[in-house]
């Protein structure tokens, strides 16, 4: 679960978020066309907590650079994503929100 006030930026695309997501999470592909802002457009208060993932955490983690770059003041990466991190054989290394068993939604 997410600190209080904490935002949960799932940077996946938009396919990925549709077929689950965390409760409440809001979706700015980090493929996204201007990522900066698009992400500043939802999100204005560059002070609130932002916590960026994507699937396995390769995608947010230059996600959450670019928004500490553009001046948000505290962005955290969540490194096992949503789907967790696994080594070469598929074991995994680290759980993802979804293992965790963490709540999720979906699109219906």
Known sequence: MLAAGAIYLDVRSDEEFEAGRPVGAINV???????VARVEARLPVRSQTIVV???KGVRSFAAAHALL??????????????AG?????????ERGWRDAGLPIEYDD
């Open 29 to 35: 592909p980090a493929e996204a066309l201007h990522f």
């Open 53 to 55: 993932a994507c699937e």
């Open 69 to 82: 770059e553009a001046g948000y003041a505290d962005v955290v990466e969540f490194r096992a994503g949503y």
């Open 85 to 93: 991190r696994r080594d070469g054989f598929g074991r995994v290394l």
